[in-house]
């Protein structure tokens, strides 16, 4: 198994410029979820999905969308970049109560 | 509504010696909880869990953490530190409860291990 595995590993945006980050996990976990990592704030959840087919808002989801059509996909969109999205994300999924995450992916919005 | 406070941001240990790691949580319900560690440039990696049972559970890498529902805490320790110990580490709790398994992490805490 590959685990969780994201793509890109590092994005540098403009101002205003759009982009998807790309999350599959190859265990076939119903659970999956997206953070963003800042600085001496933890992780805070921006979304996550139960199921193919449902999503639900996290503590943080002004700015991003996701969808969620198969078990394995689980993609983070930004549509108007904005500096204060400059972060690291991280998406995970999970099977009985752990939480599996993948690398990160490093985005720059300048 | 759950949350999580990690005392301290930085801890400095010199290689041999204890670590401890403090968490501290607030939870309406009896809560999981989880400890997590980051080496640099890599994704979260469970430590240890507790969900139910004993209250001292033993994680990977010689760590333990210890249950504590009067004081609302889950310490993280090890007995001697290794270099290979410096890394950032996350508390994080969930409602067992809750549709989702969302977890609310600490803002972290890293820890050096000095020679």
């Known amino acids: 198994n590959a685990g969780v595995t994201q793509t890109p590993k590092f994005r540098i945006l403009k101002i205003g410029q759009s982009m998807t980050l790309q999350c599959t996990q190859d265990m076939n976990h119903n659970y999956m979820y997206w953070y963003r990592q800042d600085p001496g704030m933890g992780l805070k959840l921006i979304y996550y999905s139960v199921g193919a087919g449902i999503t639900d808002k996290g503590e943080v989801p002004n700015g991003y969308n996701v969808s969620r059509s198969t078990t394995e996909d689980f993609p983070l969109r930004l549509e108007l970049a904005a500096p204060s999205q400059t972060s690291v994300y991280f998406c995970?999924?999970?099977?009985?109560?752990?939480?599996?995450f993948g690398p990160g992916t490093r985005l720059t919005v300048l | 509504a759950q949350s999580v406070t990690q005392l301290g941001s930085h801890v400095s240990v010199s290689e041999g010696a204890l670590v401890l790691l403090r968490c501290n949580y607030s939870?309406?319900?009896?809560?999981?909880l989880f400890w997590y560690v980051q080496y640099p440039n890599q994704g979260l990696q469970l430590l240890l869990k507790y969900t139910t049972g004993a209250t001292l559970v033993k994680g990977i890498n010689g760590f333990e953490a210890e249950f504590k529902k009067s004081e609302t805490s889950f310490h993280l320790t090890k007995p001697s530190a290794h270099m290979s110990d410096a890394a950032e580490y996350f508390c994080a709790v969930s409602d067992p409860g809750n549709q989702g398994g969302k977890l609310i992490f600490g803002q972290g805490t890293e820890l050096s291990v000095k020679p």
């Open positions: 995970a999924s999970t099977h009985y109560n752990e939480q599996f």
């Open positions: 939870s309406s319900v009896p809560p999981y």
